[in-house]
Nanobody, 122 residues
């Protein structure tokens, strides 16, 4: 059974940093695996933030986090991270970790964590 558990959210002032973690279990990292971060702000739909292919270490980001957020993995720990710097109030959301299959270009994300709240105060 696949499980993803996020942690590291919290309240931070604008300009600050947070590092989210997502511990996975029941997953096998292979060339077709992709791990991702998504977020959902109040009243908005869940949207893509970043993804990574853990074995190849290729990454992708939504434009409005490029240069501020960094995704990486510790494959030995089966954990994916999202380092978030220069946080803005508009980054406030519940952040979700997801595991996908089918390759990096168009992964199907079919396993999700429960989410962790990030709140950025102005």
């Amino acid at each position: 059974q696949v499980q993803l558990v996020e942690s590291g959210g919290g309240l931070v002032q604008a300009g600050g940093s947070l590092r989210l973690s997502c511990a996975t279990s029941g997953l096998t990292f292979n060339i077709m695996s992709t791990l991702g971060w998504f977020r959902q702000a109040p009243g908005k739909e869940r949207g893509f933030v970043s993804k990574i292919s853990p074995l190849v270490s290729i990454t992708d980001y939504v434009d409005f986090v490029k240069g501020r957020f960094t995704i990486d993995t510790d494959n030995a720990k089966k954990t994916v991270y999202l380092q978030m710097n220069s946080l803005k109030p508009e980054d406030t959301a519940v952040y979700y970790c997801a595991a996908g299959r089918g390759g990096f270009s168009r992964p199907v994300f079919d396993s999700w964590g429960q989410g962790t709240q990030v709140t950025v105060s102005s």
